[in-house]
């Protein structure tokens, strides 16, 4: 398996401004209930405008190659958990599958339990960004987003969408969840992107 170690920094101070560390502990932060998963039924989808659309069932899903990413991890909350190992396939090997066309600037995703995010397309292109399945070597929990999350370290952690189940490439942003109820709609940790108004 690849391992991929990430300065999520890209040389820059290692913790963003305004974040303390957390060490060992792992905070939930979850709007809402953990969603029940099914795993018979659960699938993943990839489409919009792509040339290829995708779909995995779980098993499909498990036959992918892996990566492993050691990236950190910030809320805007302002906790920061370092070093986090996160086992999945990577999101730029199903790019290169998916295809998306070149108007797909954004993309949008959606998760068990009704919650939505959204980004660039570019941040999908980065090398840590991850359909993670585990964390530190053990199985993701489910209130951590099992059995599937997006991970994208260099950007909040509202973006990493847990119990992921749907990718879409649109050519507008399109705001998701927090994004529509005042947080940024790009969420840069070193520019203290938290929110889309001023304090
Ligand atoms: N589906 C879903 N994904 C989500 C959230 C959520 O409420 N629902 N919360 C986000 C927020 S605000 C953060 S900080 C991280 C927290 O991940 P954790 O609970 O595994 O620490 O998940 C993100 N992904
Ligand atoms: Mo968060």
């Not at 995995?56 to 990566?67: G, I, P, R, Y």
């Not at 530190?136 to 099992?146: D, T, Y």
Request: charged fraction near 25%; proline fraction near 6%; glycine fraction near 8%.
């Amino acid at each position: 398996m690849e391992r991929i170690e990430i300065d999520t920094a890209r040389g820059k101070e290692r913790v963003p401004p305004g974040q303390y560390l957390v060490g060992d502990r792992w905070p939930i932060l979850t709007y809402g209930p953990t969603p029940m998963v099914d795993l018979a039924i659960w699938d993943f989808t990839m489409g919009g405008l792509v040339e290829n659309s995708l779909r995995f069932s779980w098993d499909e899903w498990n036959e992918l190659s892996t990566v492993e990413v050691v990236a950190d991890m910030h809320c805007v909350t302002s906790w920061s958990k370092l070093d986090n190992v996160w086992t999945g396939v990577s999101v730029r090997h199903l790019l290169e599958m998916a295809r998306p066309n070149p108007e797909a600037e954004f993309f949008s995703v959606h998760c068990d339990g009704g919650y939505t995010t959204n980004a660039p397309v570019a941040e999908l292109r980065e090398e840590d960004a991850v359909f993670a399945t585990h964390h530190n070597g053990a199985p993701l929990e489910a209130g951590h987003g099992g059995p599937m999350r997006l991970v994208i370290p260099r950007l909040y952690a509202w973006k990493s969408a847990k119990w992921l189940r749907g990718m879409e490439f649109i050519a507008e942003d399109k705001s998701g969840f927090w994004e529509r109820n005042g947080y940024h709609a790009y969420g840069d940790p070193w520019q203290e992107q938290r929110y889309s108004f001023r304090l």
